[in-house]
């Protein structure tokens, strides 16, 4: 998960009554649904052992497995969890989680949660579930009780709307209680995995889009303004994977009491990664009774309860559009106004439509002949189209008060294209955005290509999102941009025939925006790079000639790996797994581990279907996360990989394991109980710099809410719990193999997180430290930091996923952001144990040229004994005397300087090894030095250039 995403959760979990803080703070073909049901064809219950494959959604985002609810009328499917099994939010189910067109295999949704007065420690707590349908509709409904209010929601599918799902809460007090205030749902769409699109079709000049207000609780005028009067909120698929939309439509919030019923404010907020739609429990006595609330209304929340005998009623529709644009959805919207059309002359474009006075009003993707079509209320318009390499173009035009065809047809269960339906009333003026000038991509290349504007304006960014979801003034990058290009070729299947590499995943060809170029091409550390210059003129294809890159630096008997790898199967990333695995191959990088989001994922058919299992290998693992404050874990879990792991198709989430409201020595039990324990590594453990605020596990080591605190021992509270043993299983929070301490670019954190992992050390219990990317989209490097891990058979052909998991486990393992090393004491390796109370430490580094090395750094027992320059092919001896037992770790680091800069933005060349264990008293084994005092304990460390 990413940093700015973990950041947005923490702080949605502190959204509370108090106004200053009412606020929530970033392939495998999928296999298709068995159903094939007629439209109308009505259906509802729980998903059984015999009903699987035919009421599995199917899609990216698909979760549902037995003893999860279907629902689907033939041509939108959905699924609601069962109770038992957790959400991203709450240790609790019985939520929708898949929400697609049957067949289709295109679901991109990942949860809609009510939520109870603003706080997701008061997720709703469903309790059971009906199911049930009639001639005209088919239902599931789900029932909690909690805090004395009964809340009844209902999910249903109809003939009359086919394309939509409506669903309903109903709230009453039965009991006495806490206070009742409000009502609503998050709906997540993380990390720009939907874009989310604002529509106010109460009064259309306030819409705002894809651009939302910030959330910003600096004051109480800035925070009201990030509460907006959007009643529908449209949130588009991924562009890179199976088109769809979703409509989140609040149908209408009402208060029955005596006899009367009364409209509430309402009002949604939305983030990078969320939107909360919230409905208040009362009319206030000051102000409108209905929109979106004010300061007056805000103030009255202290005093506003569901009374007993009255019934809150909250409605939502969510339509379901079969084009990842917004106006598949605003066309059923305003089903009945006129329809427009016209044409650009860029296929690929998006067409934004706002009011004259600038409000936006939709969006629409042109069909491959660059027509379009889309239907608007009267008004006045300006049609502008946005397209790659930085082109735009705008026209104006006017929808007439009457409507020259015309009503509309009934809704229209097809999916037609954008132009298609009966001629429009109204003809947009023609888009011309002119021919981009592109590169053609050399055949039979990999690796990844920066472009860098002689301009001086920076790096040219692919497949940039034409969208323009931002929130404030944050722009939300989508799955596919990033600031450099990946390509990989296709091998031949036959290891007998030399390969013919062809481009069949990437484009052949790719729109840039003219100018004149520096080509920048790296293939990771172990390959040479390459540069050149290119000029682009509109219009003109510009071949762009390369030399495949030659592995000048390389490993034997060291394959590398990135033990953290996300794609769109994470509930918060849209990256199709064929153009991370393309990304993969291009970033050098040998092992692939698949660690998707509570979910079990094997990437190898995906590898296989890119044709680059010759390039590299994949393993099957799980990132358990951990959002949810309370239950067994009230400062929650964080984030653990676990691999290898056999997926399980037909169970939920495919078999992940459950983190949610758990302590993790009860979710490491379960691992260990399966009958092949999997590997797991605490991920990203302490905050980013830059995150402060967001939770990760020793920052409250899930149950202490303290930090870990490196100084002291695991006697002392609260580093205590992390070594308190189940009484009923025996086992511990600490009973992990291994910490991530490089998760990314930042050696900031790194360096945090290494006086963690010397603490352990140095107490006994040892955990392999790992390097890794955590790539959740193009625009996040793969495949850098990476881990190298000792094999004697390194050849990716000949991979043995047994042996890289005994050496893994055994820390035969260094960390590496470029350079490269061969680290021995005397004849003992990396992870091994040296025998003596002396002897000689042997380094080598080598690597490409183009990652500076300038400097090494020797640790005994975590402390400094020597630090040197060095040179990349240089090698180094030190000479080292032990009183005890104790352990050995080198770090390597370089200038961020030159094209390694220019490439790697934000990185500095830098690897640290794991430790040498040293045996001196010749028992046989290594035994823990014991914590230092207090004042000696090496908890940092000088950066090149520095006084020790």
Known sequence: ??????????????????????????????????????????????????????????????????????????????????????????????????????????DQWAVFQPLLNLAQSEIVP??????????????????????????????????????????????????????????????????????????????????????????????????????????????VGGEAGPPISYGVERAGATLSEAGTTSPLSSFTITGGHYTLQNALANPPWLGAASGRPGLAQ?????????????????????????????????????ASETRAAGRVDDPSARVHVTLASGAPISEVAPDPSGAYALRLPPGRYVARARAAAGREAQVEFEVPAVSETGAPGPETTAAPSAASGPPAAVAIPPLALGTPGEIALPEGFTGRLVLLNEDGSGPVRFHESLLGFAVGEESIPSGVEADFLNVAPRAGASAQVPPTPTTTAGPVRVAVPAGRYRVLAVRGPEYASAETKLEIRAGAV???????????????????????????????????????????????????????????FDPRPAIAARGLERELVGVTGSEMTSAYEGGDSPFTSGHLNAFPLEAEPDAFRRGAIRLEGRRLRDALAELRARPAPPFVQINHPRPSPAYAAEDTFFASLGVAGEPYDPTRSFSEWPNSVLVEKSPRHGGRDLDVEAVEL??????????????????????????????????????????????????????????????????????????????????????????????????VLELRVHGAEWVPIAEWRAYVDGALVHRAPIARGESASLPLVFAKDAFVTVEVEGPAEGLYRDVLPGFVPFAFSNPIFVDVDGNGRWDAPGLPERSALPLTITRPGEPD
Request: proline fraction near 4%; aromatic fraction near 6%.
């Open 298 to 334: 805000l103030a009255q929340l202290p005093f506003m309860d569901l009374e007993d005998g009255a019934e809150l009623a909250v409605d939502y529709r969510i339509w379901v559009g079969e084009r990842a644009d917004v106006a598949s959805v605003t066309d059923r919207l305003f």
């Open 1 to 106: 998960m990413t940093t700015r995403l973990r950041s947005t959760l923490s702080t949605t979990r502190r959204i509370t009554l108090l106004l200053t803080l009412l606020v929530l703070p970033t392939t495998a073909a999928p296999r298709a649904n068995a159903t094939d049901e007629a439209p109308g064809a009505l259906a509802a219950g729980r998903i059984s052992f015999e009903s699987f494959e035919a009421r599995q959604v199917g899609g990216p985002d698909a979760d549902a497995g037995l003893g999860d609810w279907f629902l689907g009328n033939g041509t939108i499917c959905a699924a609601i969890s069962d109770p038992a099994h957790e959400s991203p939010l709450s240790p609790r189910g019985g939520v929708l989680i898949d929400l697609g067109h049957c067949g289709r295999a295109d």
């Open 742 to 839: 490089l998760n990314g670019e930042s050696l900031e954190r790194y360096r945090v997180i290494r006086a963690d992992w010397l603490s352990f050390l140095l107490q006994g219990e040892r955990l392999v430290a790992t390097a890794n990317s955590d790539s959740h989209r193009l625009g996040h490097v793969v495949g850098l930091p990476r881990t190298y891990v000792r094999m004697e058979n390194d050849r990716v052909e000949a991979f043995d996923e047994a042996a890289f998991m005994r050496a893994l486990r055994a820390g035969r393992a260094y960390g590496s952001t470029g350079p490269l090393i061969d680290l021995r004491l005397g004849e003992a390796e990396i992870g091994e144990l040296h025998a003596g109370s002396k002897g």
């Open 542 to 600: 510009s071949p762009l000639e390369l030399a495949p890159l030659t592995r000048v630096a390389p490993t034997p008997g060291w394959i590398a790996a990135d033990l953290h790898v996300h794609t769109g199967q994470s509930f918060d990333s849209s990256l199709p797994e064929s153009r991370q695995i393309e990304a993969f191959a291009a970033s050098g990088a040998e092992v692939l581990v698949s660690t998707e989001h509570d979910r079990i």
């Open 126 to 235: 469903i309790e059971s579930i009906l199911s049930g349908q009639d001639d005209q509709s088919a239902w599931v409904q789900t029932r909690a009780l909690y805090r004395g209010v009964e809340i009844l929601t209902t999910y249903r599918v109809d003939r009359a709307l086919p394309t939509a799902l409506a669903v309903s809460f109903r709230a009453r007090r039965l009991a006495e209680g806490d206070r009742l205030f409000g009502l609503g749902a998050i709906t997540l769409h993380a990390s720009g995995q939907l874009a989310a699109f604002s529509l106010s079709r109460r009064d259309l000049a306030s819409s705002r889009g894809f651009v939302h207000p910030p959330n910003d609780r600096s004051s109480n005028r800035k925070l009201l303004a990030s509460l907006v009067d959007a009643d529908v909120t449209i949130l």
